[in-house]
């Protein structure tokens, strides 16, 4: 393990002093693994707002799909309406046409 250490941060700081352990370990060590810390919680708290932003958009797009679904039910009943008006208007202008053509009947019955 000690070897691992000093391997691990010979090109960190020197950790021999006269062949001995530096005394400063202890404190690089405890920087090292403070700086861990701090790095883990930034990184926890990124991913907590990346995870609350994606609840955010997730509940706006669950209210627009509610929401498009609603217009389209809407525009489903408009549609019936423009068609039931359409018929309608044909049927008129179908009697409207059939009128027309019995009145040139009858006055050129009469003119006759």
Do not use: N
Not at 11 to 37: F, K, N, T, W
Not at 98 to 112: D, I, N, P, V
């Amino acid at each position: 393990m000690r070897q691992l250490l000093l391997q691990r941060h010979h090109h960190s700081y020197p950790l021999l002093v006269a062949g001995r352990i530096d005394q400063r370990l202890p404190y690089h060590l405890g920087r090292e693994a403070r700086m861990s810390r701090e790095a883990w919680t930034r990184a926890t708290d990124a991913s907590d707002l990346v995870h609350g932003e994606v609840i955010s958009l997730r509940t706006t797009v669950l209210g627009q799909i509610s929401e498009i679904r609603e217009l389209q039910a809407a525009d489903r009943r408009r549609q019936t309406v423009i068609s039931e008006l359409l018929r309608l208007d044909h049927r008129r202008s179908m009697e409207t046409s059939e009128s027309r053509t019995a009145l040139q009947g009858q006055m050129t019955a009469l003119q006759g």
